[in-house]
C-alpha cells in the first residue's frame, strides 16, 4: 500500500520504516472496521502536522492528534492516533527507529468519525455517463476545481499528458499537472464582469473535455471521474 493518503505538514523525525507502518496497519484497520470493499479506493486522507504533536502517553500507548479529511463529505475532523510496541523501553524512541524486525501497532481512538463517514459513504452518488465513461460535476468551490480519476490501473505517462492536454485547450484554465490521478482546474475568471452565462459554458467545456477523454483507447481503464 502506498502512503499518498497521508499528509505530513511538517517535518518530524519520523522514520521512512515508521511511515511506512503506520500507513499499512491504519488502512488495513480503517477497512476493516469500516466493512469497507478493497478494492474501493481509500475514502480519507489522514493529515498529521496541522497542529504540534503534543504527544501523551498512557496505559502503554502513546498519541499524538491529527486530522482526517473525508473525501466525499468534503469536511474534516480533529481525531488521535496512537501506537505501542513492548519492543521499545522507550515509546517516544519508536518513531525515529527502524522497525524492521520489530513488532508495533498502530491504532485509531474512539475520535474517528466512523459514523459520518459510514453516512457519506452510503449516499447513493448519481453519475452521469458519456459512451462508456461515467462522471459526476459537483462544482462547489468554482472556479477552483479538482478532478480525481478513480482508475482501474495505473495511467502511462503518455495517457496522462492526453489528458492534460485536453484540459489545456481552454487557454482561461490553469491545468495542473496529473498527480496521484488528479488534475486542479482553476478557471481565470473576471470576478467584475463574470455572468452566469460564463459559469455554464465552463461547465460545458468540463463536458466537452470528459467526452474527448472516453474516445481514448485507454478510458476503459478509468472506472469514473469526479469534478468536484
Known sequence: MKQDWILFTRDF???????SELSIQLEEKLYKLNNLDKNLKNPIKLI?????????????????????????????????????????????????SNLEGKKVDFEWCKDFPFDELKKTLSQEKKYEKINN????????YYPDLVINFNIKRPLFQNEKEIIENIFKK?????????????IMLDFQVDSMNFKEEDFYKD????????????????????????IR
Open 13 to 19: 523525525d519520523f522514520s521512512e520504516s515508521f511511515k
Open 48 to 96: 498529521i502536522g496541522m497542529e504540534d504533536l503534543n504527544q501523551s502517553i498512557s496505559d502503554g500507548y502513546i498519541y499524538i492528534p491529527a486530522h482526517v479529511y473525508i473525501h466525499d463529505a468534503d469536511k474534516i475532523y480533529p481525531i488521535t492516533i496512537c501506537w505501542k510496541s513492548s519492543d521499545f523501553n522507550d515509546l517516544k524512541a519508536i518513531q525515529k
Open 133 to 140: 465513461l461515467s462522471y459526476i460535476i459537483i462544482p462547489k
Open 170 to 182: 481552454n487557454k482561461n484554465v490553469y491545468v495542473s499537472n496529473l498527480i496521484d490521478d488528479s
Open 203 to 226: 461547465m460545458e467545456y468540463l463536458k466537452t473535455s470528459i467526452k474527448e477523454i472516453s474516445e481514448q483507447e485507454f478510458s476503459n481503464q478509468i472506472e469514473n471521474v469526479e
